[in-house]
């Protein structure tokens, strides 16, 4: 993977402000504009990939940076092609996708539907993460310590929190969600519910666009098998989509090793691009 060289020089810098991040000069946000770390590492991301689309000459110096985090059209194309010229995977072999298919049975199954509930800790302009972080844990926590009691304990438990606590509207149902599938939910969401055989209240926060979520699961039903011959195509997208994940965080790594980057955590990148 062929990475050019970022320099200040890659897009104009804007009037420097305390506090405000930056990419080589030029500021991710306005001043009095408070973002989540996640929102700060997308336009950190977006933003370097920007500057390298005009490093490469794929998109002319004149394009001007987002100051709300949305890309031009014709930046938001540049990237495209450039990443296209730089990621160079290759094709995952028919040995790599059996190997896939039998570690991860569960994935590759149809009809399979989970009953769950959640409680919605949900990530707004301008709210305090750490401390909404906080929050959720300490709801996870108690909860959980109540999981497996009988009626009063864990079912009331649970309901109570949703209702006092979540930012869903199903808050007011105790967080039921019912029955899903797969194509139900987020793909984020549906990562973290199906293909697995937890039964109760989850051990970990679910992250999700919409904020985090503590998950109780209440009933799976598994679904039938289907042969690698049968998913043949959709285990080849899943390890290129992985390929394709690992090689951009490496390639924004790289971009940032190369930019001056100010403000921004880019260590905990786990999605560079904005979804």
Not at 4 to 9: A, K, V, Y
Not at 71 to 84: G, N, R, T, Y
Not at 246 to 255: G, H
């Amino acid at each position: 993977m062929k990475i050019e060289t970022l320099h200040p020089g890659a897009a104009a810098p804007q009037a420097m402000a305390p506090g405000v991040a930056r990419v080589n000069g030029v500021a991710l946000h306005a001043e009095a504009e408070t973002l989540s770390p996640e929102e700060l590492r997308q336009r950190a991301c977006s933003e370097l990939l920007r500057q390298a689309a005009i490093q490469g000459g794929l998109l002319a110096s004149t394009d001007l940076a987002p100051g709300d985090g949305v890309l031009s059209e014709a930046a938001s194309q540049a990237i495209d092609a450039w990443l296209e010229r730089e990621l160079q995977l290759p094709e995952p072999s028919e040995e790599a996708c059996r190997r896939h298919h039998a570690a991860h049975p569960a994935r590759y199954r149809t009809g399979e539907r989970v009953r769950v509930r959640h409680v919605l800790f949900a990530v707004t302009p301008g709210i305090d993460v750490a401390a909404l972080r906080h929050r959720a844990e300490a709801c996870l926590l108690d909860v959980r310590c109540h999981d497996g009691k009988t009626h009063g304990g864990a079912s009331a438990g649970f309901e109570r929190a949703a209702r006092e606590l979540s930012n869903c509207p199903s808050g007011a149902e105790g967080g039921e969600l019912g029955w899903l599938t797969p194509a139900d939910c987020a793909p984020e969401f549906a990562r973290e519910i199906f293909g697995h055989v937890e039964v109760g209240v989850l051990p970990r926060l679910v992250h999700s666009r919409f904020g985090l979520h503590v998950v109780e699961v209440l009933a799976r039903e598994g679904g039938e098998a289907q042969s690698f011959e049968s998913v043949r195509g959709a285990v080849a997208v899943a390890l290129r989509q992985q390929a394709y994940a690992t090689a951009l965080r490496q390639c924004i790594r790289l971009l940032a090793g190369d930019a001056a980057v100010e403000g921004v955590d880019l260590d905990a990148v786990q999605t560079p691009l904005v979804q």
